[in-house]
Structures are given as structure tokens and as C-alpha cells.
């Protein structure tokens, strides 16, 4: 009876309505928070299916990690995301927008940009002009080519803060392929920043590195993702338990398990597609 009475002075107080007009309103934030969304994604190349029915929701601010074992699609569901690959069925919304039918010059304009695994710059520039290329975007001179040098340096200020925010600003004038290859990537990191991205696809940041580049580029990727949104292909577990708040795991195409680092480094469908064994721990680098 007490509870009875409760709930009929939580009405009376007007409170009571609220918990319809509260969870529509809980919903709706939710539906607004997800900044990229896929919904039953497949891609199939004659007959192996590499993505197979993949749904899911890339969080507003939150850096995402797709984690899996060699083989299991993340790279070939990153190339669906930029419009590398067309899908075969499923949708991509980004910002509630359906993108799946756009191509890949469309896409990065909505503010999608994504690094390789393989660093991307020119070599034979300075980082300085490495960044300032980057930064023509903005102004509409991608393609001024016949501009003097001197009509670029009213870009120099960003592109040294940019250089600043990678701790490369000590760098400027150094030849991009004399970096070391932590500091490439650094530089790369760089260049994406200055297309002012809505969302950062980062494939595979930390391959090929020792251990001192590692931990300079996952702190640099922590930095940067404290304002914005990031979605990663990742093998190395230190990074992806230090730095993603939220972790989908691939195995044959297919998401298996998705969560925080806590929850899915225990699952023992995870455990086994890394492991081989439902025994083990997931820790340590995976290549």
C-alpha cells in the first residue's frame, strides 16, 4: 500500500508524466550522439562474404577501436565506410545522413577522413608544407598551383599550431622523409587534423613500431581524441585498453562481442578468435 501511495504522490507532484517525456527525450540523445551508424552491412566478393551483417554506432566525442584477428573484414569495412568499396547490402548514416550510395570526395567533405596503414605524406617536402598542402583545403587553393609560396604564408600560423598540437613543431623544416617513422605518422595525425575532420578513421595507427613510437602515438591519438571522434583498426591490446572507450570486435565478418575494454577482454568468444582458448588472457600486442 505504501508503494501504491507513493506512486499517486509522485503523479499528483507532476513527476509521474515526466518518465514518457524522459525516456523519449533519453532516446532521442541517444539517437543524436551517434555521429556514424551501419545497419545490416555486407560485402561479399564473389561469394566470400568478408563483411557480413555488421550494425553499429560510433559515439559522438568517444574514441572507437574495430579489433579482430587477421582476416576478420575490419579493413575491408573501413574501405565501406570511405566508398573505397561499395557495399553489397546495408546502410551508412553519418550524422542521420544516408551516405551509402556517395562517393568517396562526397564522403570526406561531410568531414570523414581516414589515415592508412601505410603513411601518407610528401616526402620531399618540409612538414611545415606538408601541413600547409592540408590547409589549402580550407581556404579553396587546393588547386591554385600557379600561386607564389609567399601567398601561403597566411597559413603558417595554423600549420604551426598544428605542428604544436603532434609536438612536431620542432620539425618544420625538416624533410618529411627524414622523420623517423613514429614521427611520419605524427605528421600524418597532422595533415588529417587540418582537414578539420567530423570524424577520424584511423587504420592501424601504431603498426610497425617500437615500443618509444608506440607509446608517443597513442598518447598523441588520446590527445587529439579528447574533442573529437575517432574510429580505429587496431592489433596492439596496451593501445586499445588505454585509450577506447568503446571496442567492437570483428571474427569472419562478423561483430562477436562490444563493450568497454573490461568487457570484452573477458569474453570468451573474443578470448578463443584471439587466444585459441576460452583459458587465456587477452593482453599484449596481437599482430
Same mark, same amino acid.
Given at each position: 500500500?505504501? +508503494?501504491?501511495?507513493?506512486?499517486?504522490?509522485?503523479?499528483? %507532484?507532476? #513527476? !509521474? /508524466?515526466?518518465? $514518457?517525456?524522459?525516456?523519449? @527525450?533519453?532516446?532521442?540523445?541517444?539517437?543524436?550522439?551517434?555521429?556514424?551508424?551501419?545497419?545490416?552491412?555486407?560485402?561479399?566478393?564473389?561469394?566470400?562474404?568478408?563483411?557480413?551483417?555488421? +550494425?553499429?554506432?560510433?559515439?559522438?566525442?568517444?574514441?572507437? %577501436?574495430? #579489433? !579482430? /584477428?587477421?582476416? $576478420?573484414?575490419?579493413?575491408? @569495412?573501413?574501405?565501406?565506410?570511405?566508398?573505397?568499396?561499395?557495399?553489397?547490402?546495408?546502410?551508412?548514416?553519418?550524422?542521420?545522413?544516408?551516405?551509402?550510395?556517395?562517393?568517396?570526395?562526397?564522403?570526406?567533405?561531410?568531414?570523414?577522413?581516414?589515415?592508412?596503414?601505410?603513411?601518407?605524406?610528401?616526402?620531399?617536402?618540409?612538414?611545415?608544407?606538408?601541413?600547409?598542402?592540408?590547409?589549402?583545403?580550407?581556404?579553396?587553393?587546393?588547386?591554385?598551383?600557379?600561386?607564389?609560396?609567399?601567398?601561403?604564408?597566411?597559413?603558417?600560423?595554423?600549420?604551426?599550431?598544428?605542428?604544436?598540437?603532434?609536438?612536431?613543431?620542432?620539425?618544420?623544416?625538416?624533410?618529411?622523409?627524414?622523420?623517423?617513422?613514429?614521427?611520419?605518422?605524427?605528421?600524418?595525425?597532422?595533415?588529417?587534423?587540418?582537414?578539420?575532420?567530423?570524424?577520424?578513421?584511423?587504420?592501424?595507427?601504431?603498426?610497425?613500431?617500437?615500443?618509444?613510437?608506440?607509446?608517443?602515438?597513442?598518447?598523441?591519438?588520446?590527445?587529439?581524441?579528447?574533442?573529437?571522434?575517432?574510429?580505429?583498426?587496431?592489433?596492439?591490446?596496451?593501445?586499445?585498453?588505454?585509450?577506447?572507450?568503446?571496442?567492437?570486435?570483428?571474427?569472419?565478418?562478423?561483430?562477436?562481442?562490444?563493450?568497454?575494454?573490461?568487457?570484452?577482454?573477458?569474453?570468451?568468444?573474443?578470448?578463443?578468435?584471439?587466444?585459441?582458448?576460452?583459458?587465456?588472457?587477452?593482453?599484449?600486442?596481437?599482430?
Amino acid at each position: 500500500m505504501a +508503494s501504491l501511495n507513493r506512486v499517486t504522490t509522485l503523479s499528483e %507532484a507532476g #513527476i !509521474g /508524466p515526466c518518465y $514518457a517525456e524522459c525516456s523519449a @527525450f533519453s532516446k532521442i540523445t541517444m539517437a543524436e550522439d551517434i555521429i556514424l551508424e551501419t545497419r545490416g552491412l555486407v560485402k561479399e566478393f564473389k561469394g566470400f562474404v568478408a563483411v557480413n551483417d555488421v +550494425s553499429i554506432g560510433v559515439r559522438r566525442g568517444q574514441i572507437h %577501436a574495430l #579489433i !579482430g /584477428p587477421n582476416g $576478420a573484414g575490419k579493413t575491408t @569495412f573501413f574501405n565501406l565506410l570511405t566508398k573505397f568499396l561499395i557495399p553489397t547490402r546495408g546502410a551508412i548514416l553519418f550524422n542521420g545522413h544516408d551516405i551509402t550510395a556517395e562517393k568517396p570526395a562526397q564522403v570526406a567533405r561531410r568531414g570523414i577522413v581516414r589515415s592508412f596503414q601505410i603513411s601518407a605524406t610528401f616526402p620531399h617536402l618540409s612538414v611545415l608544407e606538408n601541413v600547409r598542402i592540408a590547409l589549402q583545403r580550407s581556404t579553396g587553393t587546393s588547386y591554385h598551383f600557379w600561386r607564389s609560396e609567399k601567398s601561403l604564408s597566411q597559413l603558417n600560423g595554423r600549420a604551426m599550431e598544428l605542428l604544436e598540437t603532434v609536438g612536431l613543431e620542432n620539425f618544420s623544416n625538416t624533410l618529411a622523409v627524414e622523420l623517423a617513422y613514429g614521427r611520419k605518422r605524427a605528421l600524418e595525425i597532422a595533415t588529417t587534423l587540418a582537414t578539420e575532420p567530423e570524424l577520424m578513421l584511423l587504420d592501424e595507427p601504431t603498426q610497425g613500431m617500437g615500443h618509444e613510437d608506440v607509446d608517443r602515438v597513442t598518447q598523441l591519438i588520446k590527445k587529439v581524441g579528447a574533442n573529437r571522434t575517432i574510429l580505429m583498426v587496431e592489433h596492439n591490446m596496451n593501445v586499445v585498453s588505454s585509450i577506447a572507450d568503446t571496442i567492437s570486435v570483428l571474427q569472419r565478418g562478423q561483430v562477436i562481442a562490444e563493450g568497454p575494454y573490461n568487457v570484452v577482454s573477458t569474453n570468451p568468444q573474443v578470448l578463443e578468435a584471439y587466444m585459441g582458448s576460452t583459458e587465456a588472457e587477452l593482453e599484449g600486442g596481437h599482430g
